[in-house]
Each structure stands twice: as C-alpha cells, then as structure tokens.
C-alpha cells in the first residue's frame, strides 16, 4: 500500500511539473505577426515591395511582398491598418431574348489594389493566379474592427463574403452577340463593358422569376502569416454571361489585378443587386515563389523595379547570351514543359512533401525538449517537498 500511495505521489508530481512548464512557457512560445516598417520607411521607398513574411503556400516556398504597414489588431490576429476600403456598389445589365425572358446580370467594378504610399501598377510586376514555381498569388488579411466584418463573430469561419480575382479592365468578351446564334443579336448587339465584373444573374419571365444568386467565387480566403490562404483564381471566372473558367495554367499581371467582393445575403428571394454589396477593409499581399526572386532575397529587403531588372542583366551578363539566345532558349524549355512526363511528376511531388515534412522540424523539437527538461526539474524538486 504504502508503494501504491509513494507511486501516485510521483505520477501526480510528474503531471504537476508537465502542466507548470506548459503554463510558464506558453507565452514564451506563443508567434508574434512579422516585424513592418511604417508609413513613413515605405514613403522613402517609393514603388518598392517590402519582404515581409516567409511562408509558403502548399508545397512552394516563397515571400510575402507589401506596400504598406502590417500588424495585429489586439490579439485578433486580424490586420490593424485598413489601407484598402472596397465597397461592392454593384448594379445591372439585362438584355430580353426572343423567348420573351429578360437574363439580369450582377456586376461590379473591380477594385486596384492600393496604399496612400503605392499603388500595384506602379510596382514591379509578377504573374498571379494559383501558387506555383512561376505564379504567385493574393493574399487578403481582413479588418475585423470596421466595415461588414465588425458584425461578423469569427471572420476566419465566415463563409458569408465571396471574392474574385479578375483584371482592371475586366477580362471579358466584347459583346453578347459573341456567345449567341441569335440573329436578334447580330442586328442588335448587347456591349458588356471591359470595365466591369459579371457576378451573378437571374431571370425574370411572365411565368416565371427567379431570384439573384452569386456565380462561383471564393468564400475562405481570409489569411494571417499562420496560415496559407489565399484568393483562389481557379474559384474566379472570365467576366462572360456563361462565367467561363480561368484555364488551369492562367495568370494575371500584379499591375493589372482587380478584385470584386460581394456578400451571400442568405437564400431568401432578391430581385436587387444591393442586397449583395458590402463595405469591407482589408489589406493586401503578394506572395511570390522564391524561384521569381533574386537567390540571395530576405526579410526585410526592398524589391524596386531596379532589383529585378539588375537580375536580369545580371543573369544575361553571366551566361554571355543575346536577345536572340534568350528567345531560343524561352522556346525549348517552353517545349520541355509541355513534355512534361509522369516520372517528373512524381519526383516533383515526393520532393515537394519531403520538404513540408521537414520545414518546422526543428523549432518542434526544441519546443518538446525545452518541455522535457522543464518538467524533469521540476519533477525533482516537487519529489524533494514531498519527501521533506
């Protein structure tokens, strides 16, 4: 008996000093947001991306680039500084086709990325889409305390507020004369602006009326550095009447992004386009693939149109080539990718996991030392007190 009562003591001293070092080194563990120059660094650095975070995005590794101060409000892990205000503004355009139904169509402008200090035109320029070797990809980080999302419980777990990626002027087709045999529309031919973003439609007849819905868009794109999400351009679509989607290869130049949000009013009848607007902050990220960066590129570094094109004369001064050689070697290794094999597929992916698997092996056998260590103390000195 007196054993039993000798091992409980310990078991429950060894339990004791596991929970104390959990509480004592919880807040010496816990991950702060990156570190962000202010207004004022960003101001005397005109038309410069600065190197903010490290992250990557499934299996690439790459950069967080801004434009503007980052940091936490509270401890909300949301962003504090709302450098971009969006509202969604949208209203219609209908045409009636010869079966007497009237197709009413959501649209809105899309919105440009931007801060008082810099605008994404004015920015050295990458290729956006899906995240790869050689695309980059948006990242948005909300602002909880203003704006729609301030009546929202837990932003991250929203699924109320859709977003598109699309380009400023929208990439759409010319006329809906283009997608129609119609020859009502040939004589009359319905113009859809470049300027707009087609997002949702309903049609109305004498017998029967439907009501507005949103057409594809992404619903969890909401990021923090924690976490590696992003605006989906797969969930995106070009600006037609049939919402045609982005090929699985496509990208769009950073200079001429243009993002549309709108809000799922819930599954009610809406016969107004307003029902879906909504006013939000936020800001905006780049993240972009090591491989589309200079090799020796850190946190903290300043990424001007110069860096990039000091890169390129770099490389075509290393390697002695011309213009001519240049535009050779573009053809062959566009050759070489489209004989893309299964074997490179498969050596590819094996790699790419091998690296997830590893990237925080490191900082999580510490944490677990520092824990083992702390506790054996004072799993000691507890046995000593107990012992007398």
Not at 133 to 161: E, H, M, Q
Request: glycine letters at 6%; proline letters at 6%; one cysteine or more.
């Amino acid at each position: 008996m007196c054993k039993f009562k000798m091992g409980i003591r310990r078991f429950g001293a060894s339990f004791s000093a596991l929970l104390m070092v959990c509480c004592l080194t919880a807040p010496a563990l816990a991950i702060n947001w990156p570190a962000s120059p202010s207004s004022a660094d960003f101001s005397s650095h005109p038309n410069c991306w600065y190197v903010w975070n490290s992250i990557n995005l499934g299996f690439y590794e790459g950069f967080e680039l801004i434009c503007h101060p980052m940091g936490e409000y509270g401890s909300t892990n949301t962003q504090q500084y709302p450098f971009d205000s969006y509202s969604t503004n949208s209203s219609t355009l209908s045409y009636t086709d010869s079966s007497a139904v009237e197709h009413i169509y959501m649209y809105s402008l899309p919105y440009i990325p931007a801060s008082p200090t810099a605008s994404w035109p004015d920015l050295p320029s990458f290729p956006v889409g899906e995240p790869s070797n050689i695309c980059g990809a948006v990242r948005v980080y909300p602002v909880k305390w203003r704006g729609y999302l301030s009546t929202v419980s837990d932003v991250f777990a929203d699924r109320s507020v859709y977003g598109f990626l699309t380009s400023w002027p929208s990439i759409s087709s010319s006329s809906f004369s283009d997608l129609y045999s119609d020859s009502s529309f040939d004589q009359y031919p319905i113009y859809i602006p470049s300027n707009i973003f087609l997002f949702g439609d309903r049609t109305d007849s004498a017998s029967n009326h439907t009501s507005f819905y949103i057409a594809g868009g992404d619903n969890d794109f909401w990021a923090s550095p924690f976490n590696d999400k992003y605006l989906k351009l797969s969930k995106s679509h070009f600006s037609t009447s049939d919402y045609l989607s982005f090929p699985s290869a496509f990208s769009i130049d950073s200079r001429s992004l243009g993002l549309v949000f709108a809000k799922d009013p819930g599954s009610a009848y809406y016969t107004s386009s307003s029902s879906f607007d909504l006013t939000l902050s936020f800001a905006v990220s780049l993240w972009v693939p090591k491989s589309l960066l200079p090799a020796d590129v850190a946190v903290g570094d300043w990424i001007s149109k110069a860096t990039l094109e000091d890169l390129q004369d770099q490389l075509v001064n290393d390697f002695d080539v011309n213009s001519d050689t240049l535009k050779e070697s573009k053809q062959n290794f566009d050759s070489w990718q489209n004989s893309y094999t299964i074997d490179t597929d498969v050596a590819d992916t094996g790699l790419n996991i091998i690296n997830a698997l590893m990237q925080n092996v490191g900082q999580f056998a510490f944490i677990v030392s520092l824990l083992c260590f702390g506790a054996v103390v004072l799993r000691v000195l507890i046995r000593k007190a107990v012992e007398g």
